[in-house]
């Protein structure tokens, strides 16, 4: 049974993050970076995953640092303790079609949410990934 299903009323875009299991676009944030494309590139991303609560895509858009990290200001039934105040990307934000919906990682061209995955993914892509160590 979706969550959905299970609301008795219409959803509006003025109830909708109440119903959010977790409110999931107040638990990250992103950062478009420059997309990599050699192997020092990949490197430096790798570095980044290796740090916690970071992960990494590419979508439509380009690519993305995701910093997983609870928005300090949402309250325990998902909504914004600052709404009145909310800084401006979260007022340019639409829930009109958003994660409660449907999941953004279906967008995703790559998803790298570990230091593994991503290791994974440039050992198949560069051939000398090992020899990218200076001596």
Same mark, same amino acid.
């Given at each position: 049974m979706s969550v959905k299903q299970s609301i008795p009323f219409e959803l509006t875009p003025e109830n909708k993050c109440s119903f959010c299991p977790g409110t999931k676009c107040c638990?990250?944030?992103? %950062? %478009?970076?420059?997309?990599?494309?050699?192997i020092?590139?990949?490197d430096h991303l790798l570095w980044q995953l290796a740090h916690a609560?970071? %992960?990494?895509?590419?979508?439509?858009?380009?690519?993305?640092l995701v910093v997983m990290?609870?928005?300090?200001?949402? %309250?325990?039934?998902g909504n914004c303790g600052i709404?009145?105040?909310?800084?401006?990307?979260c007022r340019d934000y639409s829930n009109d079609y958003c994660e409660f919906d449907a999941p953004a990682e279906?967008?995703?061209?790559?998803?790298?949410q570990t230091y593994t995955e991503l290791?994974?993914?440039?050992?198949?892509?560069?051939?000398?990934?090992d020899k990218r160590f200076k001596t």
């Open positions: 638990n990250y944030i992103t %950062q %478009q970076i420059d997309a990599p494309r050699s020092d590139d990949f609560n970071i %992960q990494a895509y590419k979508d439509e858009d380009g690519w993305f990290t609870r928005c300090n200001y949402l %309250q325990k039934e709404y009145e105040t909310r800084p401006q990307v279906e967008g995703f061209e790559f998803y790298f290791d994974n993914y440039c050992r198949k892509r560069f051939k000398n990934w």
